[in-house]
């Protein structure tokens, strides 16, 4: 019997700790709130929206051996899904298909496409809960696939897209909720935040991105006319959390009808702003408008980069963001106020600022039939941008650009896009700024004009990204000096992104229809130990 | 634009199998404006047959683009005109003339209108009126009905394809850009364009060859004119040609010779010549009202 009984202790015991030695496939939430180190799992690596990763192996003094650890081929064109990393496996979506490919190799695992949809076009990526991923979807659906075998679970209708609503958006996991957020430009629809149940698809809050009556925002629409019901400030790219504050930032689009700004007089809130939202009750705490009473598509759906330092000799937490309309804002995010405000590059839309930090629209800049040339626009747009703790840098890809802008419906009548914009001349550059006075401390151009690719930084002292004539680089984070380079055979189509296997750092870009893994090579990888753990 | 065929019938949110569409290839997307492109064209061809209760796999909707000829395609605008003129005899009064509203409701923005399938949702309400709200009842035929269905849809395209999409709206007439001042434009183009362009050389005709904001953008900064390079190597040779790349670690050139020439930049002298160079540096300078009187100046140019 005590045979007996030692023989199910030890069978026990093994199963005990054979189930522990198993790798957790799953995404627990709590994990996201983790640092990345060994993981990517979330669009932007962790909550902060930095994308700066602790791993070190890879550095500035030997990343000019970076070589191709391996390729993953999609056979799919224009890529530009940031890619998750849970437990060894890569998950990659374009329109309509996800792909799970093993992070060591490169090789697929499964390949999912919707059924009877046809696969193709862009996709933001994925977010991971448990042993789910969620995907939007052109036709403005939620999709739930299985990470396991890449089957759908289930669908659920997020906006109408006979009114032409659309979804490219990661969703952001938040504990036991999903924040999600659409798209759609084209048909004059409110944009709006929800959070869904992540089991079975249903809504828990809405946020909407118009006022209600009882909120002051409501006055800054007229209401002689129902342009309120027409909305934007469309939520399409993937907001931030702080777990502390408990709070998520989202940024928001351009309010409709697009570039006509006589139908609705006023500041129109919430649109173009960065908004924190209470992510248990979808209350909103603060806002800040970026654009108000936009009349040029300067959406506000860049990263809200979330960071902690000093600023001006005092301690804040801080909200740093590379808007669209040219501007660097820097805010306390427990409150919203602006602590600076200022342009990135040439800008002649604006007129000064207002007492909140927000810029003034010049009247004379609007769009008008026959025409006005207004600079400063699209200085960014989604790709990501960096800030790296160890260099107090915001890391941004921007261009110089001067537009001419014709109001092609005037009146009130106008529906949808009211204008056309030119954008002539723009030149690209990385720019590296100084959170604490806006100023550039070091620029990079490789004399082309495509700079628009997200970007990764890194505690060995390196920042990654592609240069405007589609060289993926790593350079010297606090020096702007190029360590390394690789012409891929496309654009970089969003950003890099970086995690860490059996002591190995892989680096990841997606180039058009192939993913890059670059590592060290291996010898070298063993003789390299990541401090960053 | 193509009419939509096949849309949800109902905006309330449910969980839905997928079921077939068509196949559309279509293209890399980087910016938000090709993505609203796709839209457009997505959900006019393969919007969405997910409904409640929609079997898996049922029938791919009719008539999509891809499957039209051009007699269909002329069929279709022949209806869209029949249309067009009974709208505006029978529903421009309420509706708008172009189909914005008025005493009646906004069509462009109608739900309703949106989620129509062939007249299914529209026709009704045309034949049967809404007393309630003061719409009569139009004793139209089913031909008629088809008819302003057309029109009201080719409408509605337009209306999603008004953006900064090129071509269209391409057809902004001079006359509501030329309102600057030819003289004031010539003594700009005196004192800043004529040492590289001339009335009567290059630019003669020249605003009949560009339509009006063609013209302008052109004028403004006529992009896609390439540089040229001088590449002077350690030994002394020069080559010289049309720059192709000129990124910090490669320079490359198309030769005088007709060959590919590329070297690594350090080492090799560069000497680029940016014939857009004089552009760039007026893009800065000019005010509205420069640009008003070029332009208005080389519509003269006919």
């Not at chain 1, 351009?254 to 702003?273: F, I, K, M, Q």
């Not at chain 1, 009750?281 to 902690?308: A, C, I, R």
């Not at chain 1, 040339?373 to 790296?388: I, R």
Request: aromatic share 10%; hydrophobic share 35%.
């Amino acid at each position: 019997m005590k045979k007996l009984l030692a023989l199910f202790a030890l069978m026990f015991a093994l199963t005990f700790v054979s189930a522990a030695c198993l790798p957790a496939q799953e995404l627990d939430p709590s994990q996201i709130l983790k640092p990345p180190t060994n993981d990517w799992p979330t669009f932007n690596g962790d909550y902060t929206g930095r994308r700066y990763s602790p791993l070190t192996q890879i550095n500035k003094d030997n990343v000019g051996s970076l070589a191709l650890a391996w390729a993953f081929q999609s056979h799919s064109q224009g890529l530009q899904s940031m890619p998750l990393e849970v437990d060894g496996i890569l998950y990659i979506s374009g329109g309509n298909q996800i792909w799970a490919v093993d992070a060591r190799t490169g090789r697929q695992i499964w390949h999912f496409v919707r059924p009877g949809f046809p696969p193709g076009g862009g996709n933001k990526g994925v977010a991971m809960w448990k042993n789910h991923l969620y995907m939007n979807t052109f036709d403005a659906q939620l999709l739930c696939v299985d990470a396991q075998t890449g089957k759908m679970l289930w669908q659920v209708q997020i906006a109408d897209p006979a009114l032409k609503a659309f979804g490219t958006v990661a969703p952001l996991v938040v504990g036991n909720h999903l924040i999600e957020g659409t798209s759609g430009d084209t048909a004059d629809l409110p944009g709006f935040l929800e959070s869904i149940n992540p089991v079975d698809g249903k809504i828990e809050w809405r946020w909407d991105s118009m006022p209600k009556p009882n909120d002051p925002a409501w006055n800054t629409w007229p209401h002689d006319t129902d342009v309120i019901t027409r909305g934007g400030g469309m939520t399409w790219l993937t907001g931030t959390y702080d777990p502390e504050l408990n709070l998520i930032y989202w940024g928001t689009g351009n309010p409709h009808p697009v570039e006509n700004g006589d139908t609705r007089v006023g500041a129109n809130l919430y649109t173009c702003s960065i908004v924190a939202l209470n992510p248990d009750t979808g209350k909103l705490v603060w806002y800040f408008q970026s654009s108000p009473h936009d009349t040029h598509d300067w959406d506000t759906v860049m990263t809200p980069v979330l960071f902690d330092g000093t600023f001006k000799g005092k301690p804040r937490k801080m909200l740093a963001q590379a808007n669209k309309n040219g501007m660097f804002f820097v805010l306390d995010r427990t409150n919203g106020q602006a602590l600076l405000s200022e342009p990135f590059v040439p800008a002649n839309w604006f007129s000064g600022f207002n007492k909140r930090g927000e810029p003034i629209p010049a009247k004379d800049k609007e769009p008008q039939p026959d025409g006005v040339l207004v600079s400063g626009g699209v200085g960014t747009n989604w790709q990501a941008p960096s800030f790296d703790p160890q260099t107090g840098l915001f890391y941004v890809n921007s261009r110089e650009t001067m537009g001419v802008f014709y109001l092609t419906m005037p009146g009130k009548n106008a529906e949808g896009w009211a204008g056309r914009d030119f954008f002539l001349g723009s030149k690209s550059m990385l720019k590296a700024i100084d959170y604490q006075t806006g100023k550039t401390s070091w620029e990079h151009t490789a004399n082309g004009r495509g700079g628009s690719s997200g970007i990764l930084t890194t505690a060995g002292h390196l920042l990654f990204t592609a240069d405007d004539a589609q060289n993926l680089v790593a350079l010297d984070p606090a020096s702007g000096k190029v360590l390394w380079h690789m012409y891929p055979g496309g654009g970089l189509g969003t950003g890099p992104m970086t995690y860490e296997l059996d002591n190995r750092q892989y680096v990841v870009f997606p180039v058009d229809g192939v993913v890059y893994g670059f590592a060290l090579p291996e010898a070298l990888s063993a003789s390299s130990p990541n401090l960053g753990q | 634009m193509i009419a939509i065929e096949a849309s949800p019938r109902e905006t309330k949110r449910r969980r839905s199998a997928s079921d077939g569409v068509d196949a559309l290839a279509w293209e890399n997307l980087h910016l938000k404006k090709l993505a609203i492109l796709t839209i457009l064209v997505l959900s006019a061809v393969t919007l969405l047959r997910a409904q409640a209760g929609a079997p898996p796999g049922a029938a791919p909707g009719q008539g999509r683009p891809g499957g039209r000829n051009p007699a269909q395609k002329e069929a279709e605008a022949a209806a869209a005109d029949r249309g067009s003129t009974l709208f505006k005899e029978n529903c421009a009064v309420c509706h708008g003339e172009n189909l914005t509203g008025g005493r009646g409701p906004d069509l462009i923005r109608s739900s309703l209108v949106r989620h129509d399938k062939n007249g299914d949702l529209i026709g009704p309400v045309v034949t049967g009126g809404r007393a309630d709200k003061g719409m009569p009842a139009f004793p139209f035929t089913q031909a008629q009905v088809s008819d302003l269905i057309a029109f009201i849809q080719a409408q509605l395209a337009l209306f999603d394809l008004h953006t900064r999409f090129s071509p269209y709206p391409n057809d902004i007439p001079a006359s509501r850009l030329a309102t600057g001042s030819v003289e004031a434009g010539k003594s700009y183009f005196d004192a800043h364009c004529s040492s590289c362009h001339s009335p009567t050389g290059d630019l003669a005709h020249v605003a009949s060859k560009y339509n009006p904001p063609d013209l302008e953008v052109r004028f403004l900064y006529p992009s896609g004119t390439p540089s040229t390079a001088i590449v002077t190597l350690p030994s002394g040779e020069k080559y010289e040609g049309t720059l192709l790349v000129n990124d910090g670690f490669n320079v490359a050139i198309q030769g005088k010779d007709g060959w590919y020439h590329s070297w690594p930049s350090n080492g090799v002298k560069i000497e680029v010549h940016d014939p857009l160079a004089a552009h760039e540096a007026l893009l800065e300078k000019y005010t509205d009202a420069d640009m008003h009187n070029i332009f208005t100046y080389l519509e003269t140019l006919k």
